[in-house]
Structures are given as structure tokens and as C-alpha cells.
């Protein structure tokens, strides 16, 4: 397993990748000749757009992934790292963009899962010892008795993080970890960060905000296609060059306007009286919502994730039925109409879900372009499908929404997250939606795919589409909406128009505190 | 009256016993997120090669050794198809429940003249169990059985114990929810499987070897007749959790007993054509009571999913 220390190792090089290769099935080269070493005691940030590579580099070091070509070197010691339990048992500990917890178990089982002890008796009470010994330095005070799919998001990461300190690591690697954090989380989550340093862990913070990696990080390592571009700190560089290394060109810098007319034409496109909705275990999570979506407007839902957005969505889209109350689109009341109405009714659908809600992994992205109208013409006669013109439609939607795919007939499964989504945006506005609901519209997305779905709704803002956005990101809401909703248990908080917007205000609403 | 209440218990242990070892087993690897369908196979395998041990031993204990061997044997090769070859678990089963007909058939024919009919001279009797059996009505019931009931009703606390209270439980059931994120923190996903197919093999193998060495004295490919799949009916009703499943197999027990029972008390010249409609009641308790009790219920979430590491 272990070989001599090669002569150019210094002590404090805690982990050294050299050379690291990865190249898909489909060709993809994923990662190419990557050498990277992190130090003992730094916060190192990997920083690269989508698809840049970080993420099947974690991968790799996590044992998740064998690669093609390359070394890996933990405290010196050349290691081959075929498996995630070689990993475990080498001190890497790794919280994936995607969390690794099993929802049905408690947090105490989801943690002793992980841990290395030997014997046959399960003896959770020594590990909630464990637990709760660390937990403190987390400052993460819940029942661990909990079963892991009543906790919100934040929460998840914390025992993630918990379960990577419970399994004695001392090189922690973080795959995009503020994704899924309010402004107000994340400070604390860096406060963690700090600490865990302090403490002699190294910590590899893999992200795509650039912000992010010069405030907390030692050291910032900028990947682009696959390959390591440079290693810098925080201190020689700036937010403009990293976002130039990131892309690797100049980005068009032009950036979006913000227009708020305020026509008097503005009518009621979509009004939600008094609506209650039921979650899946029965409870209430929407709490007798009311608001008014008018068109030509973005009207934002900000919230932290699982305070009923996801209900009131459901309930929205017609995949869940309300409890009470009225949604009234242009007069009809649509309660408990099926989607396949609301759809003709004009109103899009852009889900949080992608994958599982927005396309059908294993058809080709032509046929997921014209999945909410196979039955119109020209696409199909009622019974038979017309290839050419499905390919011809397909073909311009790639154009027109720059989908990099080689052909229609490409399977879904095969395109980037960011492409994925750029189809489902190009199918809802395919039909001349009057309503759009957005749901997480740019989670996980890079800077360009970003910048492109955001110009897209002001486009149709213009064109006097009324669009719901409902986002975790507070920025993105601050940046594209007339007005905001903060939505905190169920229940509306409060509306800010666009001169009343107040970041600390709306984030403290987002966590329950009232203010005045 | 009470006589024959008390003889009517005592049935329902015995018909019970096959379909709970062979349900618990399934239980456990169905923990894991594999769906041995292949399970009616297994159990014909069990009773085969218990049946041809012990005629040509004269020892029935060699018999159950042997039954378990032909259990382990085929509950693993299909472990090596689902696991290894990473073929569907379904249509593996099929194979299995084939080829394990088949083998029986083959082999049975092989090692029989054509016309005789082979018989084991004497079945597995009951042993009583000191003392206990001397109580009153339970005694009679509970501690005067085969060593299969037994077997049966010790492997109730031991599957329990197995799947909720050790490491290598914790394993199974995250397994099964989901094979890939198990993988992710250090479970040997491969590893946990054949173990689980392993215990799988002996209880279904167990089970198997009721039918020849306690139940009947012949072999016949019909021997079975169906409880595997009744056992897959059972583990679903018992909400993959063993207490469940005890309560399952008593259900489907009872109902052939009670046929049997019935079949007994009626003499007459119908007698026959009734025993022989009443014969059909587990099967459709087997539907009633999904239809009823299969509802709502949730396996593992990756219940007959395909798992790779990549």
C-alpha cells in the first residue's frame, strides 16, 4: 500500500494528488493531469464552473470513483484508495453536494453506519456519546433520535459534518456546502469552518462562488475543463481576476438591467385565496396563503427550504390537493383541476426537481422537448409521432437555447445538470406560457447558465408573463424580483415591494424572528 | 371439542412452520434491498436434497444438514447472478424457480427406477420437551413438536435480534433504503447481500426439508406447492419486520390447517371433493389477505433495485 515518501514532500502536506486522470464513458475527460497538494491546517477552495471536474475529483479521493491515471498521497504515504471505506479509515471525510444520509434511520444509526467499530452488538449509546461530545462543537442541539428525514436542510448538512467529525477525520472535504444555506447559515457555517481549523483539520471547500472562496479560504485552487488552472491566495487576487480564471475568457460583462415599469395595463393572472395544504405525513404546511401574481411581473417566495414552499407549489401545479381555499387563474378557480388542464390554461412549470420532475432521464432530450405537446401538430397526427418535424423542433431548441448536446437523439441522462435544465426551460417557454412557476430555478447552476435563465425571465417579464419565483437564494430574489414574499412555516410573514427591500429584514423573517 | 381446538393449534404450528422459516429468511434479505423471488425454488431444492440424503443415510439429521447445503447452494447462485452479474432480480428468479424444477426432475429420475416409488420408512417425530410438556393444553401445543417448529420459533427472536439490534442490522436496512449511499459510507454492499442470501439459503433450506422429513415420507416436484411465494405474500403482510411476519405465517397456517382439520371431520361419500375445495382456502387467504393488508405497505425503498458501484 504505502511507498517512500517522495523527496519533494514537506511534512505539512497532508494530502497530495498527482496526475489525477478521468476520463467517462462518453467521453467526457472529467479530470486531466490534476496535482493538487493541501496543508495541514488550511481551508483550501477549489473553485471552477459547472462541469469543471471538482466534483469527480472529489469522487475520487473519496474512493467513489477509480481513476484512469494518477497518485494519491495521504501524510506522505502513497495510497490506493479503491474503495470509500479506505477513506473512512485513511481520515478523509467527505459531505457530498448530494447528501449520503439515509432517511428512514435516526441520526444516531445514520452515524454509527459510518463508523469503523468492530464487534457484533450495535452499541448506539457509545456512539451518541461520541456524538454529543462533538455535536458541541457544532453547536447543533437537536434529538438525535430523529429520524434523518424529519430535518430540514441545514440541519442534514450539520449531521453530515457531525458524521465526518465522529469518524476522527482530519482532511474534510466539502462539495458545494453553502448551496443549501441562508446568508445568515452560512456565516455560522464558516464560524464552524474556522474552528474545525483551528483544531488542525484541513478542509478542501469545493464551490463555484467566488465571494465565498476569498473570504474563508487560505488557499484558492481554480479548475476549468478538467485541468488545475492555478493555486493563488486570497490575498494576491481579486473577485474580477477569479471570475475571469474561472471562465477562462472574457465574460460579457454587460450586466442585467432591472426595470420596473409600472404600467396600469397589469392584470390578475393567477390569485391564491386563503389556501391551506397538507404535507405528506398529514401536517399542515401551507397556512392559509393569500397573494396575487399580476402579469409583467417576478414575484418572489423567499424562505429556507421545507417551510411549505414545496406544498404550496405542489398545490399550484395541480399535483397536490388543497386542504381549503381557492387559486383562481383568470377567473376559473383550479382547485383540484389536473395538471394537464393547467398546462393548457398557460401555466409552465420550472421544478426544483429536475431530474425526477422535469425530465425523463432515459429519453432523448428530442422527446423530452415535446413532452407537454406530443399531442399537437405537427408533432404527432393523434396516433403517429412525426419524427422529422420532433427533430426539427428539437434542433432549434438546441439553437435557440445554446443546449451544448451532439443531437436530439442524445439520452437526457447524458447532458450536464446546466444543459438539463436549459431544455426544461426551453420546453416550458415553448408554449406561450401566461404563467410561469420557478422553483429553485438556478440551484446548482454555474455563472453563464445562471446569467442566462435570469436574462430568460426578464425577457418574459417584458413580454408580460407573470413568473412565481420561489428560491432559496436570497440574492437571486433581491436581484430579479417586483416584490417578495417571505414564507416561514407555512405562513406569509410579509410582502416588501422593491424600495423596501432590506436583506437583514427579510433573512431574519426567513428564521421566524419578527421584526418591526 | 377441546381436543380437537387444541389438535387444530397444533396443525397450525406445524403448516406454519415451513412458510415462517422460509418467510423470515426472505424477510432478511428483502432488509437488504434483494427480492428473492427464486425463493419457491429454493425451498424445492431443500426438500430435495433432504429427501435423497436421508433415504440413502437412514438419518434424518443428515437429511436437515443436507437440506440446508441445497438451500445455501441455490439461494447463492442466485446472489452471484443479482450480485456479481448484476442481472435482474426478477427475471433471475424465474431462472431459478426453472432450473431448480428442472434439477429436480433430472436428477430424481437419474437416481429412481422408473415405476417405484421411493419412500423415507420413518418421518421426524415430535420430541417433547421435558417438564414443559407436561403442562396443561400449552404443553400439548407448544413443547410436543418437530424440531422444525422449533427451529421456526427460535428464529423469530434471532431474525429480530439480527436486523434491529446488531452492526451488521444497521447494514442490512441501510442497504436496503439505499444500496449506493450505504456504499458511500463504507458498507460492503456485495458483502452484506451474501450474507443475508447465506441465511436466507438455511432457513428456506430448513424449510424445504419439512416437507420430506416431517410432513411426508415421498418427494414430488409438487411438494411445495407454492409457499415460497406465499412466504414473499407473508414478508410483505408482516411489514418486513419478523413479529410481523410470525403473525403473517400463523394467518397462512391456520388456513391450511383449518382445510386439513375440516377435511378430517367430514366422512361421507362428498367428503373427498370438499377436502379438495377447502384445500384451496391458504391460497385464497393468500389473496384476501394482500388485498387487505398489502395496501399500504413500504418495503425498502431500493427493494429489487439494480445496484452498481459506478
New interface residues.
Partial sequence: MSSQIPSFFSNDIVLHVEGIRKVYPNGVIANDNVTLSVLKGEIHAILGENGAGKTTLVNII?G???PDAGEIYVNGKKVKID???TA?KLGIG?V?QHF??????TVI??I???L??S????NLSKVKERIIQLSNLLNLKIDFNTKVEELPVGLKQKVEILRVLCQNANILILDEPTSVLTPIEVEEFFRILRNLKEKGCSIILITHKVKEALSISDRITIMRKGRIIKTLTPKETNEEELSLLIIGEKQNSESISFTNENNNTKKILLSVNNLNVRGDRGELSVKNVSFSLYSGEILGIAGIAGNGQKELVEALTGLRKPESGTIIIMDENVVNKKPKFLIKKGMAYIPEDRIGRGVVLTMSLAENAILKRFEESPFSNKTIMNKNSIMNYAHELIKKFGIIAPNPNIEVSNLSGGNIQRLIVARELSYNAKILIAENPTAGLDVRATDFTHRIFLDLKSKGVGILLISADLDELLKLSDRILVMYNGKIMKEFNRNEYDIYKIAKLMLGIEVN | MIELIISLISITLQTSAPLLLASIGECIVERGGILNLGIEGAMLIGAFTGFISAYFTKNLLIGILASIIGGIAIVLFFGFLVIEMNLDQVISALAINLLSYGICIYFFRIIFSQGSLPYISELLSPIPIPILSEIPIIGMILFNQTIFVYIALISIPIAYYLIF???????L??TG??PS????????VSKVRYIALIIEGIFVGIAGGTFCLSMFNVFDVRITAAKGFMAVSIVILGRWNPIGVFGGALLFGFAEALSLWIGTLIIGPISASISQLLSILPYVVTIIALLIGGRKAKGP?SLGAPFS??
Avoid at chain 1, 449520503?100 to 434511520?105: A, E, G, H, S, V
Avoid at chain 1, 464487534?119 to 450495535?122: D, E, P, Q, S, V
Avoid at chain 2, 439490534?165 to 447494514?171: D, V
Wanted: proline letters at 4%; one cysteine or more.
Fill in positions: 473519496a467513489c470513483i477509480k474503495n470509500p471505506r473512512i467527505v457530498h449520503i444520509l439515509i432517511p428512514t434511520l444509526e445514520n454509527a453506519l459510518s469503523n467499530n464487534g457484533f452488538r450495535l | 439490534k446488531t452492526r451488521y442490522g444497521l447494514s436496512r441501510a433504503e439505499n449511499i450505504a456504499y458511500r459510507l463504507g458498507v460492503n425503498a458501484r459506478e
